[in-house]
């Protein structure tokens, strides 16, 4: 009997329990932050652990909506929710492609726009598409946790590079990490969990030692660039546009962060016209990735939404605001903190050198941040700045306070 209790425990896959032991410190936090409210529902909680947008999404998004589904006088027919292309409606692809055109200053065209499920279904392609048994594949500490987890399911191998103490990357570790097996670099500017834009001469920098390598041995290093938050970006901050720096690059963009529809599930991968006429066979490979991934295509209505609402945005002076109060306090405070650039998140220096006791110092203190060590980087923390500016103004009297009595 209990043999057999273990044996049904045991057929679950070696493979994701081993992948589950990484990148779990953001749940591991959220859930205790439920467990403690269950306990005790008066408990005065600040959940900064989770990045899960809460402004309101555009109002344009509901009315475009309604009017795809038929809802008002001018919507000429219901639209169709059947199977389609994997890669996307073609006139969907199309005006994102007119559009990319006009802003990456690349030409781009409806066949190097995928459309996917999310920014996150959108690395699971491109992941699938490039990286073999072996292949090491570069990313940047501090990193999106999921990163690592991402890579080794492709039986790859993460390789972490440093960034500096203003969180960009170190371009001369990152040269000597370069081998014969790296096949990809993973970038992600804005980053999660610091806010930093990489700077364009840092990237230009990355780039031409790829370009150096590319000449001297031949070996193609595909860049893929995460840039869910390429749109929440800060007045007066400037946005590096990757596709005409480098020849082999892939931006993933998502409408999670910008439109604040994180749960409706809908991004795409693009690429240069130039690329695509070079690897002419790759939106097909991407079509195989989805279909053997599962995917299938992105939601459809959601697609269809795109055209609609390409050019709204969240209203990001409210991230920028709450992020510019929190910064400020915990630096005249004598914290050490980057301000960022971009997003909802700040990735404080911690007090003590052990983040992990801090995070949960700070628990006592009752506020939820995540250690830096789940991103790569021990010694920091990440706070999610998406609660109301008073809860985020208390957060950081409250961190003050912990670190005060550490
Ligand atoms: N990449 C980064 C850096 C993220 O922070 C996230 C989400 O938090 C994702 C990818 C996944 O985004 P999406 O919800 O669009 O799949």
């Known amino acids: 009997m209990n043999k057999s209790i273990e ?186 969990p610091s806010g930093v834009v990489y700077p364009r001469d840092h990237l230009e920098k990355i780039f031409a030692v790829l370009n150096e390598k590319f000449k001297s041995t031949g070996q193609v290093i595909h860049v893929v660039s995460d840039e869910p938050y390429s749109r929440v970006i800060y007045k007066n901050e400037i946005f590096p546009n990757i596709l005409p720096l480098y020849p082999f690059s892939w931006v993933v963009r998502s409408y999670s962060k910008d439109l604040c529809l994180a749960g409706e599930r809908i991004g795409y991968i693009a690429w240069s016209e130039s690329l695509l006429k070079q690897l002419p066979f790759i939106p097909n490979t991407f079509r195989n990735a989805s279909r053997i991934l599962g995917f299938v295509c992105a939601p459809r209505l959601m697609q269809s939404l795109i055209p609609h609402i390409y050019h709204e945005r969240v209203d990001v002076d409210i991230y920028e605001n709450r992020v510019s109060e929190f910064v400020d306090y915990l630096t005249k405070n004598g914290f050490n903190v980057v301000k960022p650039q971009a997003g909802f998140f700040v990735f404080p220096q911690s007090p003590i050198q052990d983040d992990r006791l801090f995070c949960d110092r700070l628990v006592s203190h009752g506020v939820l941040c995540v250690p830096g060590s789940g991103f790569g980087s021990p010694g920091y923390f990440r706070a999610s700045l998406t609660q109301d500016i008073s809860l985020i103004e208390e957060a950081a009297r409250r961190i003050v306070d912990c670190a005060r009595a550490a």
């Open 7 to 192: 044996n049904i425990k045991n057929s679950v896959s070696k493979k994701i329990i081993s992948l589950s032991s990484h990148g779990g410190d953001i749940r591991r936090v959220f859930m205790l932050g439920q467990e403690l409210k269950m306990q005790n529902p008066d408990l005065n909680l600040i959940d900064l652990s989770l990045g899960n947008p809460d402004v309101e999404h555009p109002k344009e998004v509901d009315q475009a909506l309604i009017s795809l589904l038929g809802g008002n006088s001018t919507a000429k027919e219901n639209p169709s929710h059947r199977y389609m292309d994997a890669a996307g409606l073609p006139e969907v692809r199309n005006y994102i492609a007119s559009q990319l055109s006009i802003s990456e200053g690349v030409s781009v065209v409806q066949d190097s726009v995928y459309l996917t499920v999310g920014a996150a279904g959108g690395l699971q392609i491109l992941l699938r598409s490039f990286l073999d048994e072996g292949d090491e594949a570069i990313i940047f500490s501090p990193f999106f946790p999921e990163y690592v987890p991402y890579i080794l399911n492709f039986d790859a191998v993460p390789v972490i590079c440093p960034c500096d103490a203003q969180h960009k990357p170190n371009v001369e570790a990152f040269a000597k990490l370069i081998t014969n097996k790296t096949k990809l670099v993973l970038l992600n500017s804005p980053n999660n």
